[in-house]
């Protein structure tokens, strides 16, 4: 599985961005894909999921109501809608497939200014 993240960037305070996660490889589908962040000095943590087939999706209590996780399975593509961002939310955000002992993407830098 082969996942390529982008989509990052700097925004204010209050503002959005939309992460998009290409997925490749023969078994992806069979995964479920979520998007991981570690901020400077903190452990990486969860952020928000989602299961290719039925589309249940689960999110930290930090982002709820702020962050939604979806796919486009026509393009093989996760994507997470942040909005009302926060400088907390600050941090290198990971695609992944399959839990922390699957496969990750390569980080994309999200800056929130205050």
């Known amino acids: 599985v082969q996942l390529q993240a982008s989509g990052g960037g700097l925004v204010q305070a209050g503002g959005s961005l939309r992460l998009s996660c290409a997925a490749s490889?023969?078994?992806?589908?069979?995964?479920?894909m979520a998007w991981f962040r570690q901020a400077p000095g903190k452990e990486r943590e969860f952020v928000a999921a989602?299961?290719?087939?039925?589309?249940?999706?689960y999110y930290a209590d930090s982002v709820k109501g702020r962050f939604s996780i979806s796919t486009d399975n026509a393009k093989n593509t996760v994507y997470l809608q942040m909005n009302s961002l926060k400088p907390e939310d600050t941090a290198v955000y990971y695609c992944?497939?399959?839990?922390?002992?699957?496969?990750w993407g390569q980080g994309t830098q999200v800056t929130v200014s205050s």
């Open positions: 992944n497939a399959g839990g922390r002992f699957g496969y």
């Open positions: 989602i299961n290719w087939r039925g589309g249940s999706t």
């Open positions: 490889g023969r078994t992806f589908s069979t995964y479920r």
